[in-house]
C-alpha cells in the first residue's frame, strides 16, 4: 500500500514537472497567434462562472429605463467601444490584435443579452486575469458599471434615442 502511494504521488509530482518543464522551454507559446491550448477554452469559461457565482443573481438598483439606458451607452461608447466595437465598427480593429479576442458586443446574437445582468455587473468590475478586460472598479462608480450592464443586457432592443448616442463619435 505504501509502495503504492509512493508511486503515485511521485507519478504526479512527474507529470507536473513534465508540465513546468514544458511550459517554461517554450511549449507554450506566448504571442497572441497560435490559437488556444488543449482544455484552455473551456477551463477559463468554468473558472470564470466560478468566481463569478452567486454575484450572477444581483439585481441591479436601478431600472433599465431610457436614463439609465442612454447614461450606460454615453459609459460604452467612451470606455468600452474601442475594444469591443461601436455601431460604425462592430468588429473593432484592436480587438483582432488581443488574445484572447474582445467579443463583439452590439452584434445581434452575440452580445451578452442572453447572461444575467450581475454576470456583466461583476465582469466590468473586477476585469478578467490573462485577458485584456480591465477592472473598472474606481474608474466607474457603481451606478455606471450597473448602467452600462443594462445597456448591455438590453442591446438588441434599445430605444432609437439610445441607438443615436451610439452614431454619434466617442471623442
Ligand atoms: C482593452 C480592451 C477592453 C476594454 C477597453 C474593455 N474590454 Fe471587456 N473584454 C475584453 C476582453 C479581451 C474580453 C474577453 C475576456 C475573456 O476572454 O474571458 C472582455 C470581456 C468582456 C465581457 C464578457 C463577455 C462575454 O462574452 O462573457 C463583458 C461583459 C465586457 N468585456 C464588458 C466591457 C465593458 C462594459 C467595457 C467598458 C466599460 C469593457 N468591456 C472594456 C477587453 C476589453
Known sequence: ??????GLVV????VLLAGYLFATRGGIFMGINGGPLPLEQSIAEKAISASIGESSHDQSPLPADETNLLA????????????HGGLDQPE???AKRFYPHPPSLLLPGKGVTDDPVGATHWVVKNGVR???MPSYEGKLNDAEIWQVSLFLH???????S???VLRQRSD
Not at 500500500?1 to 509512493?6: A, N, R
Not at 507519478?11 to 512527474?14: E, R, T
Not at 450606460?72 to 475594444?83: E, I, M, T
Open 162 to 164: 439610445v441607438q443615436e
Open 11 to 14: 507519478g504526479i509530482g512527474l
Open 72 to 83: 450606460g451607452a454615453r459609459v460604452y461608447q467612451k470606455n468600452c467601444a474601442g475594444c
Open 1 to 6: 500500500m505504501i509502495k503504492f502511494l509512493l
Open 130 to 132: 490573462f485577458s485584456a
Open 92 to 94: 473593432s480593429a484592436l
Open 154 to 160: 438590453n442591446v438588441d432592443k434599445l430605444p432609437s
